[in-house]
Nanobody
């Protein structure tokens, strides 16, 4: 599956926006569904969004629906997460993952990036 490298995190005020990127190495990127997850301090890693190998079938956690948008560019081996109307509770380390979608559910693969920190604070 190659290496996954996230970027784009940072400090943003509530209501602000960030765009995360996940660059994948290897020639099989377009074969995989991709997902974004996040982990806040003291909490379990949780699903945020996923997208199919072709860029269709985006799906979101209820907590981010209507605010976040996942997309991908297979020509650039990159998946994105546009985050708008950010809230303090969105503060977490965000990770991308290469996996599969089966019966509508995203199944994470074993390949994770190092994560990028998103902090929403005034």
């Amino acid at each position: 599956q190659g290496q996954l490298v996230e970027s784009g995190g940072g400090l943003v005020q509530p209501g602000g926006s960030l765009r995360l990127s996940c660059a994948a190495s290897g020639r099989t990127f377009s074969s995989y569904a991709m997902g974004w997850f996040r982990q806040a301090p003291g909490k379990e890693r949780e699903f945020v969004a996923r997208i199919s190998w072709s860029g269709g079938s985006p799906s979101y956690a209820d907590s981010v629906k209507g605010r976040f948008t996942i997309s991908r560019d297979n020509a650039k081996n990159t998946v994105y997460l546009q985050m708008n109307s950010l809230k303090a509770e969105d503060t977490a380390v965000y990770y991308c993952n290469a996996g599969t979608i089966y019966s509508g559910r995203y199944s994470p693969g074993s390949n994770w990036g190092q994560g990028t920190q998103v902090t929403v604070s005034s």
